[in-house]
Structures are given as structure tokens and as C-alpha cells.
T-cell receptor, first 110, second 112 residues
Framework: NAGVTQTPKFRVLKTGQSMTLLCAQD?????MYWYRQDPGMGLRLIHY???????AKGEVPDGYNVSRLKKQNFLLGLESAAPSQTSVYFC?????????FGPGTRLTVT | GEDVEQSLFLSVREGDSSVINCTYT??????LYWYKQEPGAGLQLLTY?????DMKQDQRLTVLLNKKDKHLSLRIADTQTGDSAIYFC????????????FGPGTRLSVLP
């Protein structure tokens, strides 16, 4: 039981490049989330999903897209990366009211 | 949305008690949480309290909830160097999905 895993762990992008972050969970959780963490700002919700095939916007969705084609996977896409998207990205899944987090992806956009 | 607030830094000596404070905003939040984040790692759920409770104790951790003032605190007894981390307060808001709202985190430094 790996819990929540994220791929990749680190990435450096140039402005305008695209990439996809993968989150996988093996706990059969319905809810999945993508957050970004910036110094002094806590975690801010980018997008979330309440089940396979569904997605919804969170607090800071601009510049990101997501897909949940399979229950266990939640993908976060950046179509045209900007320096303001330099951050640490965390995926989480939840059952009932308890959230479980992945280890994070550190993304730098130059 | 409205913010969950925490002080950003706290330093204590090893063996002392630590008290980390948080003010939240949504009086209808059903659960309030404390998460711990160690360097380079994700958030780990430490403990949570249901909104109809005033206090919850779990080994060295004591959570106090004052609903009238919307104030939550986490007390760590006999603080150890392994407790050095960032501690996040969070509330759950069900306006859409299960939306968890986090404070900015308190960095706890434990001095020998």
C-alpha cells in the first residue's frame, strides 16, 4: 500500500513549456486534490475531483488543467508555464474527512 | 475567501511545552485539523477535533477548541527535537466538495 505518490519529484521548466504532474493513490478514495504551497501562504487549492470523470476549480485554477480519467489517478497540467507557477505542488486524496498527502513535486519555471 | 491565521514562527527549548495557535473563520466547520510537515515531505495528519468537542488529548498532543472565539490550539508536551517542523491548522468547508482550507503554517524550532 503506497498511499499517495507523485511523479516527478523535481522539474525545471522554461517559460512557455508544458508539463503534466501525475498523482496516484491506491486507497480507492473518491476525492482527490491538487494544491500549491508557497512560503508563508499555506496550501492553496488549485483543482479537485469528487470522483472518476469529474473535476472542479479550487481557489487558484488559472493556468492549470486537470483530468481524472481513472479513479486512482489525478493529473495536473500546465499548458504554458510561467515563473509565477514556481512552487511545490501537493496532491492529496481523502475518505470521509481525512486527507492523505503525497510527498510533493518541486517545480521551478525560469 | 477568508483566511485561517497562524503565527509563522515559534521557538521552544527541548523538554518544554509548545503551544501553537490558530484562528479560523467558518463557524459551520465540522472538523478542525492539525497537520505536521517535516522538511522535504508532504503533510501528515496529526490530529483533528470534531466541532462539538472542547478538547481532545492524544499522548503528548492536546487540542483545545474555543468555538465562540473561533480559536484552535495545539499543545505539545515535553517537546523533542523531532517535533521541529511546520504545523498547519486547517478547517473543512463543504460549500463544494470537501474543501479543506489551510493556515500559513507555524514553523516550530526546538532548541537543545
Amino acid at each position: 500500500n503506497a498511499g499517495v505518490t507523485q511523479t516527478p519529484k523535481f522539474r525545471v521548466l522554461k517559460t512557455g513549456q508544458s508539463m503534466t504532474l501525475l498523482c496516484a493513490q491506491d486507497m480507492n478514495h473518491e476525492y482527490m486534490y491538487w494544491y500549491r504551497q508557497d512560503p508563508g501562504m499555506g496550501l492553496r487549492l488549485i483543482h479537485y475531483s469528487v470522483g472518476e470523470g469529474t473535476t472542479a476549480k479550487g481557489e487558484v485554477p488559472d493556468g492549470y488543467n486537470v483530468s481524472r480519467l481513472k479513479k486512482q489517478n489525478f493529473l495536473l497540467g500546465l499548458e504554458s508555464a510561467a515563473p509565477s507557477q514556481t512552487s511545490v505542488y501537493f496532491c492529496a486524496s481523502s475518505v470521509s474527512h481525512e486527507q492523505y498527502f503525497g510527498p510533493g513535486t518541486r517545480l521551478t519555471v525560469t | 475567501g477568508e483566511d485561517v491565521e497562524q503565527s509563522l514562527f515559534l521557538s521552544v527549548r527541548e523538554g518544554d511545552s509548545s503551544v501553537i495557535n490558530c484562528t479560523y473563520t467558518d463557524s459551520s466547520s465540522t472538523y478542525l485539523y492539525w497537520y505536521k510537515q517535516e522538511p522535504g515531505a508532504g503533510l501528515q495528519l496529526l490530529t483533528y477535533i470534531f466541532s462539538n468537542m472542547d478538547m481532545k488529548q492524544d499522548q503528548r498532543l492536546t487540542v483545545l477548541l474555543n468555538k465562540k472565539d473561533k480559536h484552535l490550539s495545539l499543545r505539545i508536551a515535553d517537546t523533542q527535537t523531532g517535533d521541529s517542523a511546520i504545523y498547519f491548522c486547517a478547517e473543512i468547508r463543504d460549500n463544494y466538495g470537501q474543501n479543506f482550507v489551510f493556515g500559513p503554517g507555524t514553523r516550530l524550532s526546538v532548541l537543545p
